[in-house]
């Protein structure tokens, strides 16, 4: 009994019975017990925590290794852009433009298999095909032929190509090795390879900052190939590595002659179709050539009834169903007719502006339809109601012809200023041709002109001696608003000069990537601009 009362000294300096401290036990294990708990439910809080943190940083370090892929391929085209666009031509555009299917919202038609960024004269063109045949074929196993075609199925320059053309660069590319820290491309210099990487680490670098490392499987060097300008950054071998080798002479072959052997197969596809075998083959051949691919997939609607339309198509492989809608619109679209390989349809639209009365919708796993839109249609070969009776023979051409001044002349104000009268006020820009410079003639400085100087040994090292000249000749026959004025040339020793309208305002192509679409009444105004002056497109062709 006298235990039971007996203090006891905590440490503290608290004195308890032993009564009391035996209360106190069980409160104590009540409190390490919850304070336990909520330790463990605080270290599952920070598991949770720091799994989350890991999986947000991978997720950044993704994006920033994204970031700065993408960043590489912007400098690296914004390079070849600014090497294009300053150096080549104050006006720019493609002629062959291409077509786009606002009826059902479809994406733009498949590009043509001819990639190559550069002009080539048809002298040039045409000694580059004949040779072809005679590029020498290399050996490599299957492993190596399916890691080339893998990297040129990854590489957004090369993916559209087609089975043949890949297959011959694939023959073609020739073996190379590189020990670590061998430099395989320097920044600066002109570009006359493409590589594929089969094995090994390679390094990107531009102006000494590391921009990316290259894995196997990849291509590199295809912007200095697919266009006339010098490499915009250096690719060096972090480990031993091996590449394949592509020469820009036998690229070029291989894709014209593609481009010639589709153009054929084109032509002798349109032969066959009935709206087309009455025509001069000089004809189809134009027509074949400026067709566009568009693929369908099953149940896809490739024309919907009410909707406007002005593009014709033709079926190249593959069936479609034609279907029509009721007045009251309620019941389901009623079965018309299956159409084949080489029916064509929506013609009515390239005669009048009428809506689509019929819905065509695509049939089977895959369909190929070759299109081209009215504007296209009309400028090669006239309305549909004149094609059995009008004559393309060489009158036609003759009279279009008469239509453009034979010899263009300069400006009589112009006439007689030299380059000496001629002063720089600043360089607008830079290209791998030459610069294009801000200046004023005489002492009159509330004008100024645009003087664009191209290097000599430039043009005639790549065979672009007839594209100036056409180039001089269309500008000096062109006196319109939308089309920039070129008053007269000049040349020294070393360069060739145009003088031209300045245009301040930038270009046409730089503002629509800036604003990444136009409004319908922008685009309809451009649309009719272009469509009004289709006689330079014609002349350049």
Not at 33 to 61: C, G
Not at 249 to 269: G, N, P, T, W
Not at 299 to 304: C, S, V
Request: aromatic letters at 8%.
């Amino acid at each position: 009994m006298g235990s039971e009362h007996s203090r006891v000294k905590l440490h503290n300096g608290r004195r308890v019975t032993v009564t009391e401290l035996r209360d106190l036990i069980p409160r104590l294990e009540k409190t390490i017990e919850d304070r336990s708990r909520v330790a463990d439910e605080r270290s599952m809080a920070a598991e949770e925590f720091r799994q989350l943190f890991e999986s947000v940083k991978a997720t950044l370090d993704a994006k920033d290794a994204e970031i700065q892929k993408l960043r590489g391929k912007v400098d690296q085209l914004q390079s070849v852009l600014n090497q294009i666009t300053s150096g080549a031509s104050l006006i720019s555009g493609d002629p062959n433009s291409v077509i786009s299917n606002n009826e059902t919202g479809k994406s733009s038609p498949k590009k043509r298999n001819a990639i190559c960024g550069d002009r080539v004269s048809l002298s040039a063109y045409s000694d580059i095909v004949s040779e072809e045949d005679k590029f020498k074929r290399y050996k490599k196993s299957d492993e190596s032929r399916a890691i080339i075609r893998t990297a040129m199925e990854s590489n957004d320059f090369l993916r559209n190509l087609s089975n043949v053309p890949i297959k011959h660069i694939i023959d073609c590319v020739f073996e190379q090795r590189f020990s670590a820290g061998q430099t395989l491309i320097q920044e600066g210099d002109e570009g006359k390879y493409l590589f594929f990487s089969e094995c090994g680490v390679l390094e990107v670098s531009k102006d000494g900052k590391i921009l990316s490392n290259l894995q196997p499987g990849t291509v590199f060097g295809e912007l200095a190939i697919l266009y006339n300008c010098v490499r915009t950054a250096t690719v060096k071998a972090v480990t031993d590595s091996k590449v394949w080798v592509l020469d820009r002479k036998v690229y070029q072959a291989i894709m014209m002659k593609s481009a010639l052997r589709q153009d054929r197969e084109y032509a002798s596809f349109l032969i066959s179709v009935p709206l087309f075998k009455d025509l001069p083959d000089s004809m189809v051949k134009r027509i074949g050539s400026r067709l566009e691919v568009v693929n369908y997939s099953d149940g896809e609607y490739i024309i919907r009834q009410g909707a406007i339309g002005d593009t014709f198509f033709i079926i190249s492989e593959g069936q479609v169903d034609v279907t029509q809608q009721a007045d009251d619109g309620l019941a389901s679209p009623q079965f018309v007719r299956t159409l084949n390989r080489g029916d064509y349809f929506g013609e009515k639209a390239l005669l009048s502006a009428d809506k689509r009365t019929r819905n065509v919708v695509a049939k089977g796993l895959s369909t190929e339809c070759l299109i081209i839109d009215r504007a296209t249609f009309n400028e090669l070969i006239g309305s549909l109601e004149e094609i059995r009776n009008k004559d393309y023979g060489d009158d036609a051409d003759d009279e279009r012809h008469k239509k453009l001044p034979s010899k263009p002349k300069i400006i009589d104000k112009f006439k007689d200023v030299t380059l000496d009268d001629i002063t720089i006020i600043t360089t607008l820009g830079m290209g791998g041709f030459g610069r294009v410079e801000l200046v004023q003639v005489g002492r009159d400085a509330s004008i100024t002109y645009a003087l664009k100087c191209l290097k000599k040994r430039h043009i005639v090292d790549t065979h672009q001696q007839d594209h100036i000249y056409s180039e001089k000749n269309i500008m000096l026959a062109c006196s319109s608003e939308f089309v920039v004025r070129l008053f007269r040339t000049f040349k020294d020793r070393k360069y060739v000069y145009f003088l031209l309208e300045a245009c301040l305002g930038g270009e046409l192509w730089t503002f629509l990537r800036n604003k990444n679409t136009f409004d319908d009444s922008y685009t309809r105004f451009c649309v009719d601009v272009l469509s009004a002056h289709s006689t330079i497109y014609i002349v350049k062709e």
